[in-house]
């Protein structure tokens, strides 16, 4: 499966906040949207720096306490972003994001523009649906096959 199928059924929108932007509209934003990420974009020229996740909140809020919230977002971000094309594999996408212990990974077109965000348990939503797809098809082709023979 491509992540390209996987982001047009999820959607292409990806919550962003500028590097300046303070940690507490990251978490704000998160909570109101119900998801685990936002990409921190460069405000001059909109190219990806970098990603804050949970992990980051939990390690900027272990780091700084209530104070983290005050600071830009600059500071906590989880940088080099893993990134990943929309004609790439699921299976190679999950790989990398287990090896580099990321849950999420930027979606880019060719020409390096921010086309969605996957998360780890996309790919394993999308892979399990995969798999039960071909199983099904498996357990057809074989009841037919023995529906057809002499009996």
């Known amino acids: ?49 970098g990603i804050v996740s949970q992990q980051e909140l939990v390690a900027a809020t272990a780091a700084r306490g209530g104070n983290a919230l005050q600071l830009p977002v600059l500071m906590f971000m989880r940088k080099p972003v893993l990134f990943c094309a929309c004609q790439d594999d699921a299976a190679t996408v999950m790989r990398a994001m287990t090896r580099e212990r990321s849950r999420h990974a930027v979606v880019q077109t060719t020409g390096a523009v921010l086309a969605g965000l996957v998360s780890l348990g996309d790919l394993v939503a999308a892979l399990l649906e995969e798999a039960q797809l071909e199983a099904g098809v498996l357990r057809d082709m074989a009841r037919s096959r023995l529906l057809s023979l002499p009996g």
Not at 11 to 16: L, R
Not at 19 to 27: D, F, G, I, K, R
């Open 1 to 49: 499966m491509k992540i390209a199928s996987i982001v047009n059924r999820k959607g292409k929108h990806v919550e962003s906040v500028s590097e300046t932007a303070p940690l507490a509209q990251v978490v704000e934003t998160m909570h109101r949207s119900k998801i685990g990420s936002v990409v921190v974009l460069d405000r001059r020229s909109n190219a990806v720096l």
